[in-house]
């Protein structure tokens, strides 16, 4: 599959580029920046210039699956945070279902609500209205929520649970290894799952969803 990453320059997105580049899927990151373009060469990966806070159908055509990995990240105001992570992901969506995109993975995080009170309700509310508006579409769906994350090298040992309340930390490469994994299982479709360092190996994580 031609696979888009959006918000591939980000630190889970690096790195879901990486695994996607050793695998049978041909990746694509979409980039602000044109400065980071020359990471992605010296991976022989192709990248597209797009912004979220614009239309994105350029970088949309032609692909087989979308990964949403992008966030206006923890320096920005909230008005960011509702453009990327609400409104762009949104974008993102509407363009999937224009272009006939049917695969669409979204990295979300545990204890979003549209009525969130949390230290961080902004992006908690943010990301739960994206996310409800993509399980309202059509698209083959799977939404990842992690926890905290983190640096620890990845174990390939996790915690699944249909339960998307609560706390606890994620690896980036665990979290990384878990989206890829996503696209070759068909029993993720139409799920959300929290997903947290733990006990089990992911592919019997995945497959008892």
């Known amino acids: 599959m031609k696979v888009l990453v ?3 320059n980000g630190n889970t997105a690096t790195r879901v580029i990486k695994r996607l580049a050793k695998s049978k899927h041909d990746p694509v990151a979409m980039i602000r920046n044109p400065s980071h373009r020359a990471k992605f060469d010296k991976l022989g990966v192709a990248t597209v210039l797009a912004d979220l806070e614009y239309p994105i159908d350029h970088a949309v055509q032609g692909c087989d699956a979308i990964i949403f990995a992008a966030g206006s990240g923890g320096k920005t ?5 509702v453009l990327i992570d609400h409104i762009g992901a949104i974008r993102s969506i509407v363009a999937a279902q224009v272009h006939d995109v049917r695969r669409y ?23 739960a209205h994206a996310d409800n508006h993509l399980v309202e579409s059509d698209l083959d769906h799977t939404i990842v929520c992690p926890g905290g994350l983190t640096d620890q090298k990845g174990t390939g040992l996790v915690s699944l649970k249909a ?5 606890g930390l994620t690896s980036r490469e665990n979290l990384a290894a878990a989206i890829v994994a996503c696209l070759d299982c068909d029993n993720s479709v139409g799920k959300s799952f929290s997903l947290l360092d733990g006990d089990t190996p992911l592919a019997d994580a995945l497959r008892a969803l």
Request: overall charge positive.
């Open 105 to 127: 993975i979204m990295l979300s995080s545990i204890n979003n609500d549209i009525n969130s009170q949390s230290r961080i309700a902004h992006y908690h509310r943010a990301k």
């Open 163 to 167: 339960e998307l309340q609560g706390s």
């Open 77 to 81: 105001g909230k008005d960011k945070t």
């Open 6 to 8: 959006i918000g591939a």
